[in-house]
């Protein structure tokens, strides 16, 4: 299996990302906020042998606003600190990969760089990061350090200039946040008795970072990790949000609706990659799709002894309280139909899929027991676990390279 | 006839992270910074049924003249996430972790450790640290923006404030009816407003309320604003003091303080830390004890610990040769940078270091021997057990935060061979009874404020 084959991911969001999911029989509401809960979930998509997990967070609750709390009752509301549920499943998960979503609006760069760099160390170079940008008032106010100007929805041109600005400052966070993970060399650690030191303080450097924003030190309090530079991923939808994943990104995970629209989101993100100077590595492009499978037992009409059909469910839940309505494509059919979009995508050029399950306690079974399955019947998939040790294998990502800064270190030397 | 039962010593094991005690050359010196390390301790600890396990922290490089300081152990995990992660490989202890009240905005701390209570079930703490340097600001958005005198302020303001959030929802927030779809028993859940001096929030907080309701507290503090601080809003504060008299004296003052601000005697606990050497002879212990602190007193140590007092360069002066004459330079930019300054009052300090070196007839070196720290606990675990047992029962603490110079396993022989002393003479429980931190420190579960009482506290 080369290393640009299709690679899966599974975003994690409560009981799923349908609004009445937490109804069904199968669901857990009163363990959402337990640890054995995302235990189970993330064991179960590592088993199925997906390649990463993102877990939804926020500085504010979920709603049905845009940009506003709401004040519905019959939904799932509140959620724990995503790196924290990543800390706490990395020491009972191997292989499959952690990219918690943590907001870099309001937040300090420094404490989320050895924030990710430690969940590298105790996943053993699992870890990623999935940037959110933050323009909800709301959740400025709940931090309480600056105001947002009033806008009328999104397509209020002063919401377009917040947006930018945001982007700018999110995209000189993620820069902290990188040059800080290379602010350690992977070799300063040295334990030479000989001359006294536990450290050769040549080679742990300040970032010295001065922007528009911000001016942050350095270095970090925490050594190189393993992965040295863990992954950064971006969900994005328009052009503002393409440029911070040219800019900053290793993964971009985008909502084509279609096809036709998937090749035009293709163009754009490598056009945002031109605009955005990008050296190294080009984007990773993703398609999200929020997924909900057939029950197993196969349809009537195949000769199966039924189950409940994925469209049926969609349209009985829908009914239940507020419908589905996602950013993302939705898909509701057999794993054989769903398997087909996966595969048309990935020959467009898409490197993998985010799945959404509808219902996490329904879907991420099926998915890790139908879906994968039937991809690698298509041969898409690998039978065996990916033998990649780090996120970054297990992506197909080249190792990082050495510390930014170590180059300095050599033409000092050499000077 | 039924008798009091003993008084239990609380233990807490500690990964102190940065310092110039851990010996790295040791021959079983292990990682400052793998998981397997914490794992260690932490699973230690459990198997000899401490409290809880402690982590230190530090948000800026050691600096000597503006040069990263080489010579002390250096790198550490962030606290929440190695704490988290702890809470896969244990089932028992606490989790305590230092964060700093100064560099984090009380709705993300609030969020933070709540969720690892949830994530723990029920076993977080938060030993709240502030500082105020611009040397640690320069890491961050804001700066090292505090005066010295405020922080405090702040610091009050923020636990306050913190506390308001783990108390926005209610116990029974969450409904979860399938049948009737009612997942929330309020639309409003988790609303809060704080406005205050120091911070202006307001809104709906997004973690529910957890195990312990409201996460374990820890403090230190030794001047008078720092022991109402903590006599106020503490469950534990460590203690400076190791010596019997001053336990006491200390002891007695924090309770005391605790009573005026209407709090029993059992709601708060006080901790000094301490060191220990075992051997199987007393002669033994002592020198171990005495081989450690040659190895933990390098002329690099040496010199730092009186450059931080005095300010200055002194590598122009001999180890060997006498204390220096010349007076600290306060005024001068700061020379070491990143370290705990725990002297009160530099010109103080030298002029008893010098008296002290007159007396004995020191040389600096000698003047450094004489007064660097030692463990409080060197003999055979039975004299251990008795000592640190006599300390507790006579009211000098109600436990002790142990580390070692041994990373990670340095505390494997306190647990093979002091505990099962403690636990025979039923100073310290066999099993642990209870699921929580606040069970194991037998602490009351928190009554949650009504989400629009005023709290006491600083908050205008």
Redesign the interface.
């Known amino acids: 299996m080369t290393s640009n084959r299709l690679r899966i991911g599974v975003a994690l969001e409560g009981a799923g990302w349908h609004p009445?999911a937490?109804?069904?029989?199968s669901?857990r509401?009163?363990d959402l906020?337990?640890?054995q809960y995302?235990?189970d979930l993330v064991r179960t998509a590592e088993a199925g042998l997906v390649d990463f997990v993102t877990i939804e967070d926020?500085?504010?609750?979920q709603s049905s606003e845009f940009l506003s709390?709401d004040?519905?009752?019959?939904?799932?509301?509140?959620?724990?600190?995503a790196?924290?549920?990543a800390?706490?499943?990395?020491?009972?998960t191997s292989r499959i990969g952690l990219i918690p979503t943590a907001t870099v609006t309001?937040?300090?760069?420094?404490?989320l760089s050895?924030?990710i760099?430690?969940?590298d160390?105790?996943s053993?170079g699992r870890a990623g990061w999935q940037v959110k940008v933050s323009g909800r008032p709301?959740?400025a106010?709940?931090?309480?350090?600056r105001a947002y100007p009033e806008v009328d929805g999104p397509d209020d041109p002063a919401f377009g200039a917040l947006v930018t600005e945001l982007f700018d400052e999110a995209a000189d966070a993620v820069e902290v946040v990188r040059r800080l993970w290379d602010s350690?060399e992977d070799d300063a650690?040295i334990?030479d008795?000989a001359t006294?030191?536990?450290?050769?303080?040549d080679k742990?450097h300040q970032i010295d970072f001065e922007g528009r924003?911000?001016?942050?030190?350095?270095?970090s309090?925490?050594?190189r990790s393993p992965q040295g530079q863990p992954v950064v991923a971006a969900l994005a939808h328009a052009a503002v949000p393409y440029l911070l994943a040219a800019r900053q990104a290793d993964l971009v995970f985008t909502t084509p609706a279609d096809a036709d629209h998937a090749r035009t989101i293709l163009n754009e993100v490598r056009a945002a990659e031109i605009t955005a100077a990008r050296n190294g590595e080009p984007l990773q492009v993703y398609a999200d799709l929020v997924v909900l499978l057939d029950a197993p037992g196969g349809r009537p009409e195949d000769g199966g002894d039924g189950g409940e059909r994925a469209v049926d469910r969609l349209a009985r839940l829908d009914a239940?309280?507020r419908p589905l309505a996602s950013d993302a494509r939705i898909v509701a059919g057999s794993a054989a139909e769903v398997a087909d979009i996966v595969a048309e995508l990935h020959a467009l050029g898409y490197t993998g899929v985010r799945l959404r399950p509808g219902v996490v306690t329904d879907d991420l079974p099926r998915i890790a027991d139908q879906l994968i399955p039937a991809l690698q019947q298509r041969g898409l998939l690998p039978d065996d676990a990916d033998t990649a040790e780090t996120l970054r294998g297990l992506l197909g990502l080249p190792d990082a390279a050495p510390s930014r800064y170590a180059a300095t270190t050599t033409a000092a030397a050499t000077a | 006839m039924t008798s009091t039962p003993r008084k239990q010593i609380i233990l807490a094991a500690y990964v102190g992270g940065?310092n110039e005690h851990t010996a790295?050359?040791h021959p079983d010196a292990g990682s400052q910074?793998?998981?397997s390390t914490f794992?260690h301790v932490a699973q230690t600890a459990e198997r000899g049924r401490f409290d809880y396990f402690f982590l230190a922290e530090?948000?800026?490089?050691r600096a000597r003249d503006g040069?990263?300081?080489?010579?002390?152990?250096?790198?550490?995990?962030?606290t929440?996430?190695?704490l988290?992660?702890l809470?896969?490989?244990t089932e028992h202890i606490g989790l305590v972790g230092t964060l700093n009240a100064t560099?984090?905005?009380p709705?993300?701390l609030a969020?933070?450790i709540a969720?690892?209570d949830?994530?723990?079930?029920g076993r977080a703490g938060w030993n709240v640290v502030t500082s105020f340097d611009a040397f640690t600001g320069?890491?961050?958005?804001r700066?090292g923006f505090l005066p010295h005198a405020d922080r405090y302020v702040r610091a009050e303001e923020t636990v306050a404030t913190i506390r308001e959030l783990w108390d926005a929802?209610a116990q029974d927030a969450?409904v979860?009816d399938?049948a009737s779809?009612?997942?929330?028993?309020?639309?409003?859940?988790?609303a809060f407003a704080h406005h205050g001096s120091q911070?202006?929030?307001?809104?709906?907080f997004?973690?529910?309320r957890?195990p312990q309701g409201r996460p374990v507290i820890v403090q230190a503090g030794v001047s008078p604003q720092g022991r109402d601080f903590a006599a106020s809003t503490a469950d534990a504060i460590f203690s400076p003091y190791s010596t019997l008299a001053e336990g006491q004296a200390f002891y007695a003052d924090i309770k005391e303080r605790a009573a005026r601000f209407g709090r029993g005697p059992d709601e708060i606990k006080i901790l000094p830390s301490a060191g220990f050497v075992l051997g199987d002879t007393h002669a033994e212990a002592e020198e171990k004890a005495r081989h450690i602190k040659e190895q933990q007193l390098?002329?690099?140590t040496i010199r730092v610990t009186f450059e931080q007092v005095w300010n200055r360069d002194l590598s122009g002066f001999d180890l060997d040769g006498p204390v220096p004459g010349i007076d600290p330079d306060p005024e001068a930019p700061t020379f070491i940078q990143g370290r705990a300054f725990i002297f009160q009052d530099r010109f103080q300090t030298v002029r008893s270091w010098r008296e002290l070196a007159d007396e004995r007839g020191l040389t600096f070196r000698g003047l450094a021997h004489a007064v660097a720290r030692e463990a409080n606990y060197v003999g055979t675990p039975a004299q251990v057990a008795d000592q640190l047992d006599a300390f507790v029962q006579q009211d000098g603490a109600d436990g002790v935060v142990i580390g070692s110079h041994v990373v990670p396993s340095g505390i494997d022989e306190f647990v093979d061979r002091v505990v099962p002393l403690l636990q025979e003479r039923g100073s310290l429980r066999t099993e642990y009874s209870g699921t929580t931190l606040r069970d194991n420190l037998g602490l009351p579960v928190p009554v949650r404020a009504a989400a629009d009482a005023e709290l006491a506290g600083a908050c205008a």
Request: aromatic share 12%.
């Open positions: 009445a937490w109804r069904e029989p669901a509401p009163q906020f337990t640890p995302w235990v926020s500085l504010a609750l709390p004040d519905r009752t019959d939904e799932v509301r509140g959620r724990l600190d790196v924290l549920i800390s706490r499943v990395a020491p009972v309001h937040t300090e760069p420094f404490h050895k924030a760099a430690t969940l160390f105790t053993e709301d959740e106010a709940h931090v309480g350090r350690w650690e334990r008795a006294d030191r536990f450290l050769d303080a742990v924003f911000f001016s942050v030190r350095g270095p309090i925490t050594p239940l309280g | 940065v790295w050359e910074i793998a998981f794992r530090g948000l800026a490089l040069r990263i300081f080489d010579h002390d152990i250096a790198g550490r995990p962030d929440l996430p190695v988290a992660a809470a896969a490989v560099f984090n905005e709705y993300e969020r933070q969720s690892l949830h994530l723990s079930g320069a890491n961050f958005r700066g929802w969450i979860a399938k779809g009612q997942f929330l028993r309020e639309a409003d859940a988790g911070f202006d929030t307001e809104g709906r997004t973690v529910p957890s390098s002329d690099k």
